[in-house]
């Protein structure tokens, strides 16, 4: 029997920084996770086939393929040099499914993009030939904001 685990690193003083905030408002920190992985849970990684996640998150775009519930590769890019970058990059990412993992990607799901969602799907629809959708959730909807949040609900409610 094999276990996959994924790690999540990250910086000290940016650690301590997200829990000083905390502890200043009063509260006792217990998890500190990022909101692109906490927000897993609304994907749907369950359906056969690769599922890509794009989150936006201001200048900072993570990118994430998904295999049934396992992720196969996490990409974060930081975009504030280049205005339009995310399309070079969503087009590696796909190369890279269809080249090193050996499948196509079947759908993408698109979070933090704002009013730009519908455009943006269309545009990678007409230009990759894959099917997109924004992040949803049963508790409302999905937002650069929130969406973190959301995906712990999903996974922890009853």
Known sequence: QRTEVLAVAIARPILEEYEGMLVEAGYRVGLVMPSTIAA???????????????????????????EQGRVRLVRSLDLTSEEDAFMPALQQTLAFAEDQIGERVQRIVLAGFGDETDGLGQRIER???????????????????????????????A
């Open 40 to 66: 897993l849970p609304l994907c749907n990684t369950t359906q056969k086939g690769i599922t890509l996640f794009a989150k936006s998150t201001g200048s900072t775009l993570a990118m994430l393929l998904l």
């Open 127 to 157: 230009g990759f030939g894959v099917h997109c959708e924004p992040l949803r959730s049963r508790f409302g909807p999905a937002s650069r904001e929130n969406a973190g949040v959301l995906g712990l609900l999903e996974r922890y409610a």
